[in-house]
C-alpha cells in the first residue's frame, strides 16, 4: 500500500508537463525534418496557452509553471525554418511555396504574441489587452535572429517585401538593445545591399570610417567579423544603443 501511494504522489506531484518540458518538445519538432515541424510546435504553444488561461481563470497555484517563456515562443520560430542550412542562394520552389506561405504565417503569428507580450503580468498594471499575450518578456537577441532566419526561409530574398518585413524587425531589434553580431551577419545575407547599407552602414559610417576590407584570401577565415561584398563589420563598429541589452553568455 505505501508503494501504491508513493506511486500516486510520484505521477500528481513530479509527472506534470511544464514549461520546460513543452519547450524541450517544441524543439524536437523544430530539430526533425517533419513537413508540419511548424504546425505541431505551434499547436504545442496554443495548448500552452489555453491551459494557462485555463488555470488562471481558475485561480490554481500551479499556472506559473506552464506559463509560455521567450524560450518557447523562440523554439516555435525555430521550427518555421524551411530548411536547416540557410543558404542565400537558395530560392523558394514554386511547387513549396503554398507550405512557405503557411509556416510564414505561423511564424508572424509567434512573433506579433511575443512582441505584445503581457506587461500586466510584468509588473505593468492593468489586464492584457489580447488573452495569447501570456509571456513576461519581449524578444530577446536570440528571438530577433531565429525570426530573421525563419523570414529569409520562407520567403524569397532580396525581395523587396521581405527586405521590408526584416527591416522592420531590424529597426525594432535596433530599439530594444539587441543587436549581436550575428544578427548583422545574417542580415547581410538575407536583405539586398542597398538595404543592408541604409540599415547598417550608414549609421555606423563615422564608426567604421572607412569601412574595413579585408584581403580576398583572409575572408573565409573571419570568425568574428562579417563579411559582404568585402566590407566587415564587427561587433565593436555596433552602436552601444543597439546592443545595450544583449544576452552575453
Not at 528571438?143 to 526584416?166: G, Q
Request: glycine share 2%; with cysteine.
Amino acid at each position: 500500500n505505501n508503494n501504491n501511494n508513493n506511486n500516486n504522489n510520484y505521477k500528481s506531484i513530479n509527472a506534470m508537463p511544464n514549461v520546460r518540458s513543452y519547450t524541450a518538445l517544441i524543439h524536437a519538432y523544430a530539430k526533425s525534418t517533419r513537413t508540419d515541424r511548424a504546425e505541431k510546435a505551434r499547436q504545442i504553444l496554443d495548448d500552452m496557452i489555453q491551459l494557462y488561461q485555463h488555470k488562471k481563470q481558475n485561480k490554481e497555484q500551479d499556472l506559473e509553471r506552464l506559463r509560455p517563456t521567450v524560450f518557447t515562443y523562440t523554439a516555435v520560430l525555430r521550427a518555421c525554418f524551411c530548411h536547416d542550412e540557410y543558404n542565400q542562394q537558395q530560392q523558394p520552389q514554386e511547387q513549396d511555396q503554398p507550405n512557405k506561405d503557411r509556416v510564414y504565417q505561423i511564424a508572424m503569428k509567434t512573433w506579433t504574441e511575443l512582441c505584445r507580450y503581457d506587461t500586466a503580468a510584468d509588473g505593468g498594471g492593468g489586464e492584457s489587452a489580447n488573452p495569447t499575450n501570456v509571456c513576461v518578456e519581449g524578444p530577446n537577441n536570440v528571438a530577433y535572429l531565429t525570426m530573421i532566419k525563419a523570414i529569409a526561409s520562407c520567403r524569397p530574398i532580396y525581395h523587396e517585401d521581405t527586405d521590408n518585413i526584416i527591416s522592420n524587425i531590424f529597426k525594432h531589434c535596433c530599439q530594444d538593445g539587441m543587436v549581436h553580431i550575428n544578427i548583422i551577419r545574417q542580415l547581410q545575407r538575407c536583405v539586398s545591399p542597398k538595404v543592408f547599407e541604409d540599415l547598417v552602414l550608414s549609421p555606423m559610417a563615422n564608426i567604421m570610417n572607412p569601412p574595413k576590407r579585408p584581403p580576398p584570401q583572409q575572408q573565409h577565415k573571419l570568425c568574428n567579423q562579417s563579411v559582404t561584398d568585402g566590407v566587415v563589420v564587427e561587433s565593436k563598429h555596433l552602436p552601444s544603443s543597439w546592443s545595450c541589452n544583449v544576452i552575453r553568455k
